[in-house]
């Protein structure tokens, strides 16, 4: 037996084993209810401390497409109120300092421009009209200017004119080609453009528009997701904002925090790191500075610490230098004194509190959940943020800046799931072949009862410098494939984040080692369990996870099949095609010619022979991440070697797939494919 195996059968034998019989009487939640969901996101709290405005996401599926619209709901408690209902989509609601406005970025007008309206939806006014579009809109603290994002011709910068007359060319142009002298040329899902992203200021009323960030690069430069890339100061005189100025962006993760007067200037570099340094957020009082920073160069993945830097002096101190977990999100509180952050922590998000001066941090809100979107109002005795977990999706709590219990705010979801059979996440670990600890998270069918013996469907996680937790997801939705009756399993093996920063950087030079024999210990544990039927395991992945899939299939018949989603094949083709290229530098110690024999020994192309279980294939013809042709390359590879294999191509998605009914369609043959060899 497994050496953890008798803790981790006591662990889940503590579930009571009435929960099937509980929810027996409710539907088995599948991709139909997931794409019913309204999909929370962006929550703003007014100055006055009295609403919320937030944005809900939803799906038409006869249209194809995912509106979105402006919602406010009292701080106090009631019922939420849409403010938006032409266009679809309007977003990143931002209030003016009296509280009486809402500026927001909207399609209504037939382009992405910026607009206001009332605190109660009255007197919609367009704020922009250029012809390059705008977005990422930010209100200085006095309420006089506006800052915002836009695609411009560098040199038009915010000459709209200009850039208007290089647009009707380009539209007018028959040849459509581009021309290129350096990378990065294409990113993830679209080719790069002769225009750049710049950050513009304009005053409120839509008058005197300036380029602050003028030149030939993206300020800021692409992100998925952290912190706001850019903040002005309270004195509403300062934009700070986030650029990378390396010559060579393919190569360089070194983004660095500069700041610009409102009026405009010559930027001023303020941090130093080799690393990424981002998230500028400056104290109410304005005497601080703080953001987040890397400090190796070229490793996206490594540690980010909170970092406070003192405007007056320049002088910089890591408040986290401790703490061997990543800072997520952060905010000051109103009194300037703290500073109230997010980390991750073996599968939760959790909200701690340090001293801006710097000593040790309290946890304020632990628990089974996933929080973030922390603000205060101006006295500090209330915050609202956001929760979610692996059985709920976002909504917006409010509780005391002290912690305890959260008071939801929204229940948008609640006629979706109180009908709905959706069961907790339960937690597992096992020893690895070299005895470290691998956590893992498992989901039940709704109708579990412990004399059963269900298919196990694992699901590994991208990255590989991700992490499987108490979060809800639209993609890979867990309770999806519980509904379909199997017992999910989500390893969070080698490389996963929120373990320490040791067991991150264990994946690199080594994806198919140690997180592989990670992956198949938890096989082992879960094997074991006596609901858990080992002759019927099936295993699916995307991007990295697609990778370990196709690793899987070169050295192991444990599992009757697989799914392969936009996954690495061939890792020196990958090199040579991708397109943020400090990954493989960092991953693999070079490029392929640089170090073939680390190419070779983790690439799963070298396996073909060994290949044998029927394996479904997915891929994006827009994935510039990981391009098409490894998904082609794989799929070749099986049928040329007679393995049962399906290849299905979306040729209007990159590296996820975010359509409607594409999305649909993605569930139900995953699902069929699965139920094909394990049911």
Not at 470 to 496: D, I
Not at 635 to 661: C, I, N, Y
Request: with cysteine; charged share 20%; aromatic share 10%.
């Amino acid at each position: 037996m497994h050496p953890l195996l008798p803790l981790a059968l006591a662990a889940l034998a503590c579930v009571p084993q009435l929960f099937g019989q509980a929810t027996a009487s409710k539907r088995a939640f599948d991709a139909e209810a997931l794409l019913k969901l309204q999909r929370i996101s962006e929550p703003v709290l007014s100055p006055d401390g009295k609403l919320v405005a937030f944005t809900v996401q939803s799906i038409d599926l006869d249209k194809n497409t995912r509106p979105k619209q402006i919602y406010v709901v009292p701080v106090e408690g009631g019922t939420p109120r849409l403010l938006t209902r032409e266009g679809t989509s309007n977003e990143r609601p931002r209030w003016s300092p009296d509280s009486k406005q809402i500026y927001f970025v909207s399609n209504r007008g037939g382009s992405s421009q910026i607009w206001s309206l009332s605190a109660e939806g009255a007197n919609p006014r367009q704020i922009t009209r250029l012809s390059t579009e705008a977005s990422g809109v930010v209100v200085s603290p006095d309420g006089k200017k506006l800052i915002f994002q836009s695609s411009v011709y560098p040199q038009c910068g915010s000459d709209d004119a200009c850039n208007k007359k290089n647009l009707d060319a380009a539209e007018k142009n028959p040849v459509k080609a581009h021309i290129y002298t350096s990378l990065l040329y294409r990113h993830w899902n679209e080719y790069q453009s002769v225009r750049r992203n710049h950050l513009l200021v304009i005053d409120a009323d839509g008058a005197g528009v300036k380029d602050l960030t003028p030149g030939p690069g993206d300020a800021p430069p692409f992100s998925l997701g952290g912190p706001e890339a850019y903040a002005i100061s309270p004195d509403s005189t300062e934009l700070s904002f986030v650029r990378n100025v390396d010559a060579q962006p393919a190569t360089s993760t070194n983004s660095d925090i500069y700041t610009v007067p409102l009026t405009g200037g010559e930027p001023k570099k303020i941090t130093l790191s080799p690393g990424a340094d981002d998230g500028p957020l400056y104290s109410p009082d304005g005497k601080y500075l703080a953001f987040r920073s890397q400090a190796r160069a070229g490793f996206e993945a490594d540690r980010f610490r909170l970092m406070v830097l003192e405007r007056a002096t320049g002088k910089t101190t890591s408040l986290t230098e401790t703490l061997d977990r990543w800072v997520e999100s952060y905010t000051w509180s109103p009194d300037s004194t703290r500073l109230f952050f997010t980390v991750e922590d073996r599968g939760r998000v959790a909200l701690q509190m340090i001293p801006a001066a710097g000593g040790g941090a309290r946890s304020i809100i632990n628990g089974a959940a996933s929080l973030g979107d922390v603000q205060f109002t101006a006295g500090g005795r209330t915050m609202i943020y956001t929760e979610h977990s692996g059985s709920r999706p976002v909504e917006i709590y409010r509780a005391t800046s002290g912690g305890g219990t959260g008071v939801p705010l929204t229940h948008l979801n609640d006629g979706v799931l109180n009908n709905a059979a959706l069961t907790p996440l339960e937690e597992l670990w096992a020893d690895s072949a070299d005895k470290t600890r691998v956590h893992s998270f498992i989901v039940k069918p709704p109708d579990f009862t412990a004399t059963r013996k269900y298919p196990v469907l694992f699901l590994i996680h991208g990255g590989p410098q991700g992490a499987w937790g108490e979060a809800w997801t639209y993609r890979w939705n867990a309770q999806v494939f519980a509904g379909a009756g199997y017992l999910v399993v989500m390893p969070n093996q080698r490389g996963s984040t929120g373990y320490g920063q040791k067991f991150i950087d264990e994946v690199s030079g080594d994806w198919g080692g140690r997180a592989y024999d990670d992956v198949m210990a938890v096989a082992d544990a879960v094997a074991a369990l006596p609901y858990a039927d080992p002759n019927r395991m099936a295993a699916a992945g995307g991007s990295y996870g697609g990778y370990m899939v196709n690793w899987l299939l070169g050295h192991t018949t444990r599992f009757k099949a697989l799914v392969s989603h936009a996954g690495v094949f061939d890792l020196v083709s990958e090199a040579r095609e991708t397109e943020e290229l400090w990954f493989p530098l960092w991953e693999f110690k070079g490029m392929p010619h640089e170090n073939p024999e680390m190419y070779r020994k983790w690439s799963p192309s070298e396996f073909i022979k060994d290949f044998k279980t029927p394996t479904l294939v997915i891929h994006g013809d827009l994935d510039y991440r990981v391009p098409a042709g490894q998904g082609m390359q794989l799929f070749t590879a099986l049928q040329m070697q007679k393995v049962p294999s399906k290849l299905l191509m979306f040729p209007d998605e990159g590296h996820w797939v975010l359509k409607p009914r594409n999305s649909e369609l993605w569930y139900k043959t995953v699902l069929e494919w699965v139920g094909e060899w394990t049911k």
